[in-house]
């Protein structure tokens, strides 16, 4: 049986994947990086010593799920997003331990992008969208983005070509709530910590949310947000607010691309997709017949960073097979 490996070294998750040459998941481990208390992220060089020192206690995992059996080759995420100009120094871990590893062996080496292999992880879990083109939310601490996308329909095609027609003009997702979280007094990454808070709220508190087109603001609603915590406003009422937030504001740019593309398959993925709350409340908004749209969760488990999508990118890659 043919097996495929992913590595993704990303902020803020190391993370390793086998697949095989059907694309099913055969065994996959991951680990998030370890953020001190109070504390709203990481340097690069951090996170590249943690991945470093991550990686081998994967491999050790995967070897016992996967014993006595070889590759057939190696994908690793080298950068953000698919153009030659994304970089991120995290990055750089799992390119040199991909090509390392593929040269002992010597079985061929896949370079994706981690915005790549979220849409791939998100298109096996969510059962969809398969074929032509659709629109996606990457959704995540570092990216903010909706997509236009084009899945290729020949094995001899890119993956994806992707178009983006909005993004942030400041902070991420992520950020926002991250930043609202660690004020709270909540871990970072403080999203399912904030999801637990805001599940105890009575939901009466709002904060504005920010569009302009298909772009998106989040450094006003943090601003309110932060304004409720020096006002003493219960922290549950703030986190409910803050979700709430960012879904009103996915709504808008996502009812505003459906109307001007005509797309109405929508994919929805990113470590932020992976809130209960957000997720149920676009899902009824944008499925009701006023807007039309077929929205397409992630799973859960496969929302936030991990190597899933860039394992099944390989073995698209190397198999011809998509």
């Avoid at 799920?65 to 970089?87: D, L, Q």
Wanted: charged residues 20%; glycine residues 10%.
């Amino acid at each position: 049986m043919e097996k495929f490996l992913g590595i993704d070294t990303s902020c803020y998750t190391t993370s390793l994947a086998v697949v095989d040459g059907e694309g099913n998941l055969l065994s996959e481990a991951r680990k998030i990086l370890d953020v001190r208390i109070g504390a709203r992220g990481l340097a690069q060089s951090e996170a590249v010593f943690q991945h470093i020192n991550n990686l081998p206690l994967l491999f050790e995992h995967i070897a016992i799920n996967t014993s006595g059996e070889s590759f057939a080759g190696i994908a690793a995420s080298v950068r953000p997003r698919p153009v030659k100009s994304s970089y991120m120094p995290v990055f750089r871990v799992a390119e040199s331990y991909g090509n390392s590893i593929a040269a002992m062996l010597n079985i061929p080496f896949a370079d994706v992008s981690h915005q790549e292999g979220h849409l791939a992880a998100g298109i096996m879990s969510a059962g969809g969208p398969r074929t032509g083109e659709f629109l996606a939310i990457h959704l995540s601490g570092g990216t903010t983005e909706l997509l236009r996308v084009k899945k290729g329909v020949r094995p001899d095609e890119p993956n994806f070509a992707i178009t983006i027609i909005g993004e942030t003009r400041d902070l991420h997702a992520g950020q926002f709530i991250d930043r609202v979280g660690v004020r709270l007094g909540l871990p970072f990454p403080a999203g399912p910590h904030l999801e637990q808070l805001a599940a105890k709220a009575q939901g009466e508190i709002t904060v504005p949310s920010s569009v302009k087109g298909c772009d998106i603001s989040f450094s006003g609603p943090e601003a309110a947000a932060l304004r409720l915590v020096g006002r003493g406003i219960p922290p549950a009422e703030i986190a409910r607010a803050v979700e709430k937030c960012v879904a009103n504001t996915l709504e808008k740019v996502i009812r505003k691309a459906v109307m001007e593309t005509g797309i109405r398959e929508v994919l929805i993925v990113g470590g932020v997709a992976a809130n209960r709350f957000i997720r149920e409340r676009l899902g009824e908004r944008l499925q009701h017949g006023t807007v039309g749209a077929r929205v397409y969760f992630a799973s859960r488990e496969l929302s936030g960073d991990n190597a899933v999508g860039t394992a099944l990118l390989g073995m698209s890659r190397f198999t011809n097979k998509w």
